[in-house]
């Protein structure tokens, strides 16, 4: 620093006052103070360098401007500096230097100030003339890093760093993969699993079209056939092997077959003659545990009749007694009676019957033995499920997670099948069309990406020249500075006056819900309203803006009131009404089968118990006899069903059978009795059989010949209601509710 040597030199200025070199002036009343003589020149009574002279603030004669000096006024006014020690703190007057220290009398900053403010788009530095730290900061348009993986050629504007024009290229050329981007990790991969759930296949997703394909193979495999052994894979299917399952048990009890979904089927036959090796029995048959025992001891009382059991001895005083062979095998496709000379007699019967296999439909009784039917339709037209049969449960659908699909959603990308067996996608349509002055949506509805511009809204048109940049129709431009007319309402254009041009800016956000105005001195203005709006889903009604946004108004109402159908408003704004597979169709109870597909048999269901609104029909017939059952929601379909005799021998105790269940009007019609006359019986059983929930009237018809229509009126409370068929044995009808 140079230390000024100040000279004082005195003089007479033109308007007689007297000039000292310090620019200190006297006027008439007194002359400045000479600082530094040691006299009080301007008759204050202080004296300079005193440090109490008013001056001597302003004005240190002896002050050399460095502060590694001492500086002192001496008693005869002259002027002496010391060296301050080297390392003393000290301030060189540079805004820009820190850990300023005294060397060799000089005052010497050892660092530069730090101005760095932590943003990549401004330039810092010092300047010792800046006001305030010296810190300047220079927006500049260096490349930067806006801190998103999936943008590309960022750019610092206007001191900020903003989003590239382009979005990452994430696709790494392999069509099995879904490609996405993550804004924190980047380039994501997802494989695309192929999985027809077929053994026989060997699953594999080509990369260059991304589809799957399914190769043949020749592994071992089950058909799901359990009567054949060695099945093996040819051409895609699981054949079944050569090998046929030996099912014979050695037990003449039994009558031995293989059933394809559960395999060796052993079915006892019951009351079928055997020998069981013992000298001391006769008429040795199956008992109904497979078990073939003598079921009559030789007894004095045999009475050479094999439909009997003979006990007692009169020799030793006990009575004899006989008791009726009971030749019930258990079995619905047989018919059961007793031969006097050989015992029981089970006769293949026809029909319908259940296998206990629910994947079949329509079994049938064949050769003694139960038959299945067809398979049921397991489809759910869920491309995510595969449809399977489980002869326990019925129909399976088992989720395909991964597989490829379509979720019919145009804004979704990568669309696999969830854990949930639900197409869903995995990745979202990139919309963005790098134009900060359009709105980027996707519309399902609409079928894709919409880009909708923008007039009004504030924006950058990277251009330092330009000022007030806002969308113009779409596009982003600056105003004028030279034309600005000072009206935000209107875009300035031109170099200079008078060559300049003023438009209008027109208001637009593309927002029904909001009302768009514009103000000189504030610019657009988008004021959220109430007015009425289509939120874009046809199956609504009556939308209404709320909050700068359209809100769903009333759903469409689809409802046909028809509880056998699911109700849906599908993308055209038109209702759909599909049918519930199963309902509707009354519970058949006692035929072991889930008629109405709700997942409960027989009297398990609702409809065969007690409800208000089922009620149970109750049949015998004396000899036996068969019937058919024909329902109103099934006109077309008669199930056959069977009634067992009451007992050998013709004793009349009735052994009814529970033959219907349910609210579903019905007619049970008999055949005639022709190998024996004898009665055919029927009542119903109703929980409340006030006129209210039950048919005025009940109508038992004897068929053919008719010499009568017995007709049994409805009775508050009762909870039987018999009537029987002519002793013929004539044919014997149950109508509910009658038409008569």
Same mark, same amino acid.
């Given at each position: 620093?140079?230390?000024?040597?100040?000279?004082?030199?005195?003089?007479?200025?033109?308007?007689?006052?007297?000039?000292?070199?310090?620019?200190?002036?006297?006027?008439?009343?007194?002359?400045?103070?000479?600082?530094?003589?040691?006299?009080?020149?301007?008759?204050?009574?202080?004296?300079?360098?005193?440090?109490?002279?008013?001056?001597?603030?302003?004005?240190?004669?002896?002050?050399?401007?460095?502060?590694?000096?001492?500086?002192?006024?001496?008693?005869?006014?002259?002027?002496?500096?010391?060296?301050?020690?080297?390392?003393?703190?000290? =301030?060189?007057?540079?805004?820009?230097?820190?850990?300023?220290? !005294?060397?060799?009398?000089?005052?010497?900053?050892?660092?530069?100030? %730090?101005?760095?403010?932590?943003?990549? !788009?401004?330039?810092?530095?010092?300047?010792?003339?800046?006001?305030?730290?010296?810190?300047?900061?220079?927006?500049?348009?260096?490349?930067?890093?806006?801190? /998103?993986?999936?943008?590309?050629? =960022? &750019?610092?504007?206007?001191?900020?760093?903003?989003?590239?024009?382009? &979005?990452?290229?994430?696709? /790494?050329?392999?069509? !099995?993969?879904?490609?996405?981007?993550?804004?924190?990790?980047?380039?994501?991969? &997802?494989?695309?699993?192929?999985?027809?759930?077929?053994?026989?296949?060997?699953?594999?997703? =080509?990369?260059?079209?991304?589809? !799957?394909?399914?190769?043949? *193979?020749?592994?071992?495999?089950?058909?799901?056939?359990?009567?054949?052994?060695?099945?093996?894979?040819?051409?895609?299917?699981?054949?079944?092997?050569?090998?046929?399952?030996?099912?014979?048990?050695?037990?003449?009890?039994?009558?031995?077959?293989?059933?394809?979904?559960?395999?060796?089927?052993?079915?006892?036959?019951?009351?079928?003659?055997?020998?069981?090796?013992?000298?001391?029995?006769?008429?040795?048959?199956?008992?109904?545990?497979?078990?073939?025992?003598?079921?009559?001891?030789?007894?004095?009382?045999?009475?050479?009749?094999?439909?009997?059991?003979?006990?007692?001895?009169?020799?030793?005083?006990? &009575?004899?007694? %006989?008791?009726?062979?009971?030749?019930?095998?258990?079995?619905?496709?047989?018919?059961?009676?007793?031969?006097?000379?050989?015992?029981?007699?089970?006769?293949?019967?026809?029909?319908?019957?259940?296998?206990?296999?629910?994947?079949?439909?329509?079994?049938?009784?064949?050769?003694?033995?139960?038959?299945?039917?067809?398979?049921?339709?397991?489809?759910?037209?869920?491309?995510?499920?595969?449809?399977?049969?489980?002869?326990?449960?019925?129909?399976?659908?088992?989720?395909?997670?991964?597989?490829?699909?379509?979720?019919?959603?145009?804004?979704?990308?990568?669309?696999?099948?969830?854990?949930?067996?639900?197409?869903?996608?995995?990745?979202?349509?990139?919309?963005?069309?790098?134009?900060?002055?359009?709105? =980027?949506?996707?519309?399902?509805?609409?079928?894709?990406?919409?880009?909708?511009?923008?007039?009004?809204?504030?924006? /950058?048109?990277?251009?330092?020249?330009?000022?007030?940049?806002?969308?113009?129709?779409?596009?982003?431009?600056? *105003?004028?500075?030279?034309?600005?007319?000072?009206?935000?309402?209107?875009?300035?254009?031109?170099?200079?006056?008078? *060559?300049?041009?003023?438009?209008?800016?027109?208001?637009?956000?593309?927002?029904?819900?909001?009302?768009?105005?514009?103000?000189?001195?504030?610019?657009?203005?988008?004021?959220?309203?109430?007015?009425?709006?289509?939120?874009?889903?046809?199956?609504?009604?009556?939308?209404?803006?709320?909050?700068?946004?359209?809100?769903?108004?009333?759903?469409?109402?689809?409802?046909?009131?028809?509880?056998?159908?699911?109700?849906?408003?599908?993308?055209?704004?038109?209702?759909?009404?599909?049918?519930?597979?199963?309902?509707?169709?009354?519970?058949?109870?006692?035929?072991?089968?889930?008629?109405?597909?709700?997942?409960?048999?027989?009297?398990?269901?609702?409809?065969?118990?007690?409800?208000?609104?089922?009620?149970?029909?109750?049949?015998?017939?004396?000899?036996?006899?068969?019937?058919?059952?024909?329902?109103?929601?099934?006109?077309?379909?008669?199930?056959?069903?069977?009634?067992?005799?009451?007992?050998?021998?013709?004793?009349?105790?009735?052994?009814?059978?529970?033959?219907?269940?349910?609210?579903?009007?019905?007619?049970?019609?008999?055949?005639?009795?022709?190998?024996?006359?004898?009665?055919?019986?029927? %009542?119903?059983?109703?929980?409340?059989?006030?006129?209210?929930?039950?048919?005025?009237?009940?109508?038992?018809?004897?068929?053919?010949?008719?010499?009568?229509?017995?007709?049994?009126?409805?009775?508050?409370?009762?909870?039987?209601?018999?009537?029987?068929?002519?002793?013929?044995?004539?044919?014997?009808?149950?109508?509910?509710?009658?038409?008569?």
């Amino acid at each position: 620093m140079l230390v000024a040597l100040l000279v004082l030199v005195a003089g007479c200025g033109d308007d007689g006052t007297t000039q000292v070199s310090d620019g200190q002036s006297s006027d008439a009343t007194g002359d400045a103070s000479n600082g530094g003589d040691g006299n009080s020149n301007n008759a204050d009574g202080k004296i300079d360098g005193d440090g109490q002279d008013s001056v001597d603030g302003a004005s240190k004669p002896c002050d050399d401007q460095n502060s590694c000096t001492i500086d002192i006024v001496n008693a005869d006014g002259t002027c002496s500096h010391s060296q301050k020690g080297d390392g003393e703190a000290c =301030d060189d007057g540079n805004k820009c230097s820190t850990g300023d220290l !005294c060397i060799s009398g000089m005052c010497t900053g050892s660092g530069s100030a %730090y101005c760095g403010d932590g943003n990549d !788009c401004t330039t810092d530095a010092c300047d010792p003339l800046q006001t305030g730290d010296g810190c300047k900061h220079v927006n500049n348009l260096l490349p930067c890093d806006d801190g /998103d993986a999936c943008t590309t050629g =960022d &750019k610092c504007t206007a001191g900020a760093c903003l989003p590239g024009s382009s &979005k990452k290229d994430c696709d /790494d050329k392999d069509a !099995c993969t879904t490609d996405t981007c993550d804004s924190t990790l980047g380039c994501v991969h &997802k494989k695309v699993e192929c999985n027809d759930q077929n053994g026989c296949t060997t699953d594999m997703c =080509d990369p260059a079209t991304g589809k !799957c394909s399914f190769m043949n *193979n020749a592994k071992s495999c089950e058909d799901a056939d359990m009567c054949h052994m060695g099945d093996v894979c040819v051409a895609g299917a699981c054949v079944p092997g050569a090998i046929s399952k030996d099912c014979d048990d050695m037990n003449s009890c039994t009558k031995d077959s293989c059933s394809p979904d559960v395999g060796c089927k052993h079915a006892v036959q019951a009351g079928t003659s055997c020998n069981d090796g013992d000298s001391t029995t006769k008429t040795d048959m199956c008992g109904a545990d497979g078990v073939c025992a003598g079921i009559k001891p030789l007894t004095p009382c045999d009475d050479n009749n094999a439909c009997t059991d003979d006990a007692g001895d009169p020799a030793s005083g006990v &009575k004899c007694t %006989y008791t009726a062979v009971n030749c019930d095998d258990q079995n619905g496709c047989t018919k059961d009676t007793c031969d006097k000379a050989n015992g029981c007699v089970h006769t293949d019967t026809s029909g319908i019957c259940t296998d206990g296999d629910a994947c079949t439909v329509g079994d049938k009784c064949s050769s003694g033995s139960c038959v299945g039917g067809v398979a049921p339709v397991c489809n759910d037209n869920n491309s995510c499920t595969s449809d399977t049969c489980d002869p326990t449960t019925g129909c399976v659908f088992s989720p395909m997670a991964g597989v490829a699909c379509d979720d019919m959603d145009s804004c979704t990308t990568g669309d696999q099948c969830d854990a949930g067996g639900t197409c869903v996608g995995t990745g979202m349509k990139n919309c963005d069309d790098g134009n900060s002055c359009t709105t =980027d949506t996707c519309d399902s509805i609409m079928g894709g990406c919409l880009n909708l511009v923008l007039s009004g809204s504030m924006c /950058d048109d990277s251009n330092p020249g330009t000022v007030g940049d806002v969308c113009f129709a779409g596009v982003c431009k600056g *105003n004028s500075v030279a034309c600005d007319d000072g009206n935000k309402c209107t875009f300035d254009t031109g170099a200079s006056q008078p *060559n300049c041009t003023h438009s209008n800016i027109v208001c637009d956000d593309n927002n029904p819900c909001t009302t768009d105005s514009c103000d000189p001195t504030k610019g657009c203005a988008f004021v959220n309203n109430t007015a009425a709006c289509d939120d874009g889903d046809v199956c609504t009604s009556g939308d209404v803006c709320s909050a700068g946004t359209c809100a769903s108004g009333t759903g469409l109402k689809c409802d046909d009131g028809d509880p056998c159908t699911t109700d849906a408003c599908d993308n055209t704004g038109t209702c759909s009404h599909t049918t519930i597979v199963g309902c509707g169709i009354g519970e058949i109870c006692g035929d072991g089968v889930d008629n109405d597909g709700d997942g409960k048999i027989d009297c398990q269901d609702s409809e065969c118990g007690p409800s208000d609104i089922a009620h149970r029909l109750k049949m015998y017939a004396q000899y036996g006899g068969n019937g058919w059952l024909v329902t109103a929601n099934a006109p077309n379909q008669s199930v056959q069903i069977t009634l067992p005799p009451d007992g050998p021998g013709g004793v009349q105790k009735p052994q009814y059978v529970e033959v219907w269940c349910s609210e579903v009007p019905y007619v049970v019609k008999m055949e005639s009795s022709s190998q024996f006359v004898g009665l055919l019986k029927a %009542y119903v059983v109703g929980v409340d059989m006030t006129p209210a929930t039950a048919p005025a009237t009940w109508y038992f018809d004897v068929v053919s010949p008719a010499p009568s229509k017995p007709t049994l009126g409805a009775v508050p409370n009762v909870k039987k209601v018999n009537a029987y068929s002519s002793p013929q044995g004539n044919a014997f009808q149950v109508s509910w509710p009658s038409s008569k």
